[in-house]
């Protein structure tokens, strides 16, 4: 006869915390899943989703044909540019060509490929490429920053007082896209960090230097979303 042994595991192997784990991660993918659906509903029609496929066309045309260190290789005032989530960075070529044309450098956090990275990996990145700028050419940056990007830019603000200007386009700094993004974070990173402490967006310093720009015809990143 076949003898069934059952193996009792020691309480600090933290069978507790794996099965709280994996609880917390179905409560994140679960709302992660609404939000993206609630999101995908403010897409009035298909017609109306066809044209922002088309808008983003234009946005984004050519965005694979050109020399991004040729582009780099540009002497003054560098801006940061900080993508948005998913987004990468080549997407972003016509703000190359215009500030190229404009004798301004760009420069990309390099490692933000396409910006899925955890926040306390990306505040990392940005502070060294601020602090890098500054080293090699005397100069502070000023940054630019697009939806899940603009989380990222302000994060770092207070360690760097020196910036002056911050450009912010279509931040989500609430409601569903930023709720969306915090779940995303606490399923595929263990300790994801912070997206953006409050206290930033009271701060009357930091505020001073903030340029926000978003659309009354953003359906992704509401206006009530994104305004400060």
Known sequence: MAIAQYVSLPIDLGIGGVVERVSDT???????AIDAARIAARFQSFQYALGEVRNAGTMFINSYNFDRDRLENVRGRPVVILQGFLARADYYTQLYIHF??????IKFP???VRNTISWTESDRLVSDTIKRIEDETGYVPDIICHSRGCLDGLRVVPYHREIQKIITI???FRGISHHFLVAYMKVWYKRPGMALDPA???DEDILA???NIFSEADNIVT?????L
């Open 170 to 172: 279509a931040p989500p």
């Open 26 to 32: 179905v409560r994140y993918i679960r709302q992660g």
């Open 110 to 112: 390099k490692n933000l």
């Open 209 to 211: 230097k903030i340029v």
């Open 200 to 202: 930033i967006l009271t």
């Open 223 to 227: 206006p009530d979303e994104a305004r």
């Open 100 to 105: 190229h044309a404009k004798g301004i450098p």
